[in-house]
């Protein structure tokens, strides 16, 4: 907040008290399993009861950045009350969930107790509002994507994908695929986040197979910083998602790693 920029590891860098922004939060490094929660308070009217529609009709927006790399982009939902806009969670494996809720809050104390009541409250809930016309774009934007991948086209690859995810943030195979994207492009953190969200969306049949693809997908970035014992973790937990070559030839190259 205002009175206390700068932080464990996360700074309020940019704070614009007298015009329209932007401000820019960074958290330079994640704290392992801790969860995180990004609000925005209305300040000059957190004590007027009436502003209650004070972001939902602002055309305010929320930019997230991974390294220097855009990967979501948040609006806050149209005609709901609230002079606090609660736009998503980081859980405590690194991966991104849509809250997109609004509070009434008038006091800083308020505030306080309702970000950390979520941060405790267990896992983090993603409920985005999304038409049926945004989820078949979606899935049609996602295919594009797909065929821009296997053309090379890597840079159009990585827009259609954002794209899918940005009207339908729950597509967990627009997550997938752009992680596999990110390994090949070399963004390391910006595959670890993408494969990391893609886990927690797996669902249905398809769970485990999507999972273990993931933590394969994680295992060959962390093979590539030499970082030996997260490579050899994920291949585990890959294999023992789904079985596969390619994740048993891992396990065998990073154990061989750790004993030189």
Do not use: C
Not at 93 to 109: L, M, P, Q, T
């Amino acid at each position: 907040n205002y009175q206390e920029r700068v932080g464990l590891r996360a700074n309020l860098d940019v704070d614009d008290v007298d015009s329209f922004g932007p401000e820019t939060i960074t958290i330079a490094e994640r704290i392992p399993g801790r969860k995180y929660v990004y609000a925005v308070n209305h300040f000059t009217h957190s004590n007027q009861e009436e502003k209650t529609s004070i972001y939902s009709d602002s055309g305010a927006k929320v930019f997230v950045y991974i390294g220097s790399t855009l990967v979501r982009t948040f609006y806050p939902p149209r005609s709901k009350p609230g002079n606090t806009w609660v736009v998503f969670g980081i859980g405590d494996k690194g991966e991104f969930y849509d809250i997109n809720s609004f509070d009434n809050f008038f006091s800083r104390d308020e505030i306080g107790v309702r970000m950390n009541s979520i941060i405790t409250s267990g896992n983090f809930e993603s409920s985005p509002d999304v038409s049926t016309d945004q989820k078949e774009l979606a899935s049609s934007l996602n295919k594009q994507g797909e065929m821009e991948y296997h053309k090379k086209n890597y840079a159009d690859a990585e827009m259609l994908y954002l794209d899918a995810i940005n009207n339908n943030p729950e597509h967990s195979q627009a997550y997938s695929n752009l992680g596999l994207l990110y390994q090949k492009m070399g963004k390391k953190a910006e595959g670890l986040f993408a494969n990391r969200k893609a886990i927690a969306l797996a669902s249905g049949d398809t769970k485990k197979t999507v999972q273990a693809s993931s933590y394969f997908n994680i295992a060959k970035i962390y093979e590539d910083e030499q970082n030996w014992q997260e490579a050899l973790n994920n291949y585990e937990v890959a294999q023992n998602l789904r079985a596969h070559n390619a994740y048993t030839k891992g396990i065998e190259k990073m154990k061989e790693k750790l004993k030189k």
